[in-house]
């Protein structure tokens, strides 16, 4: 079992940056995959990006060069920098870990870009 918290999420303008971070109930530097998803009312979970205890990083297309997603084992953390956020980008952001063939989500933190 893995429980995934999050935090980081919050209010900001349009073109400001957040970052949201995800901490681990265990060593993430055992968990296969930490992701990023996100999802606004209506619509379905959608992939943000990607780490594995390999060192890859994956970004859905939308998300390549504004969004940068980073693991801390030190700190059991896997964090999410979002850079020039747009109010399209509001929406509750999900951390989630992938391991010994089981996937756990944490509870989600909203992110809402607005001026």
């Known amino acids: 079992q893995v429980q995934l918290v999050e935090s980081g999420g919050g209010s900001v303008q349009p073109g400001g940056s957040l970052q949201l971070s995800c901490t681990a109930s265990?060593?993430?530097?055992?968990?296969?995959?930490m992701s990023w998803y996100r999802q606004t009312p209506g619509n379905q979970r959608e992939l943000v990006a990607q780490s594995t205890n390999g060192g890859s990083r994956n970004y859905a297309r939308p998300f390549e060069g504004r969004f940068t997603i980073s693991r801390d084992n030190s700190r059991n953390t896997v964090s999410l920098q979002m850079e020039r956020l747009t109010p399209e980008d509001t929406a509750v952001y999900y951390c989630?870990?992938?391991?010994?063939?089981?996937?756990?989500w944490g509870q989600g933190t909203q992110v809402t870009v607005s001026s």
């Open positions: 989630h870990a992938f391991t010994g063939g089981r996937t756990f």
């Open positions: 265990l060593r993430i530097s055992t968990i296969s995959t």
